[in-house]
């Protein structure tokens, strides 16, 4: 499940929150960006030319592994065509980043990496939502 569903599917779940996304390159894919935000994530996009949201996650680059997995990986491919979403191969597609979760006051709370191919662990992005909202 993406964080687009979730808020879809789910709005209580991210009632009094803002969602965004944060992107490293424009210039590369506008076309694939603007179609990807209109079909499949309808919230604001930015980009990030300091790549600090990247280097929050360490940097991290798809391995050779990750690659292996990518190309190979039939359930994801169901998934990305259950859920129309084409992949267009431009771009470098190695830099990974994830979800973070910040609190009221703008620090983050919690940090979700991207682990290609498998889904973003929804149970634990609601559970750090409830405790921002709690706090």
Same mark, same amino acid.
Not at 71 to 89: D, H, L, P, V, Y
């Given at each position: 499940? @993406?964080?687009?569903?979730? =808020?879809?599917?789910?709005?209580?779940?991210?009632? &009094?929150?803002?969602?965004?996304? !944060? !992107?490293?390159? @424009?210039?590369?894919?506008?076309? /694939?960006? =603007?179609?990807?935000? *209109?079909?499949?994530? *309808?919230?604001?996009?930015?980009?990030?030319?300091?790549?600090?949201?990247?280097? %929050? $996650? /360490?940097? +991290?680059?798809?391995?050779?592994?990750?690659?292996?997995?990518?190309? @190979?990986? $039939?359930?994801?491919?169901?998934?990305?065509?259950?859920? =129309? #979403?084409?992949?267009?191969? !431009?771009?470098?597609?190695?830099? *990974? &980043? &994830? #979800? #973070?979760? $910040? /609190?009221?006051?703008? @620090?983050? +709370?919690?940090?979700?990496?991207?682990?290609?191919?498998?889904?973003?662990? #929804?149970?634990?992005?609601?559970?750090?939502? %409830?405790?921002?909202?709690?706090?």
């Amino acid at each position: 499940m @993406t964080l687009s569903v979730l =808020a879809a599917e789910y709005p209580q779940f991210l009632d &009094g929150f803002r969602m965004f996304g !944060v !992107v490293k390159e @424009t210039a590369v894919d506008d076309e /694939g960006l =603007a179609n990807f935000q *209109q079909n499949h994530f *309808q919230f604001p996009l930015y980009r990030d030319e300091s790549l600090s949201f990247y280097k %929050a $996650f /360490g940097k +991290r680059n798809l391995t050779v592994f990750g690659l292996l997995k990518l190309f @190979t990986n $039939f359930s994801m491919m169901r998934r990305m065509s259950k859920k =129309a #979403i084409e992949g267009n191969m !431009v771009g470098e597609g190695i830099v *990974q &980043g &994830g #979800i #973070i979760v $910040f /609190g009221k006051d703008g @620090t983050p +709370r919690a940090m979700y990496a991207e682990e290609t191919g498998n889904d973003l662990p #929804i149970k634990d992005i609601v559970m750090a939502l %409830a405790a921002v909202r709690n706090e």
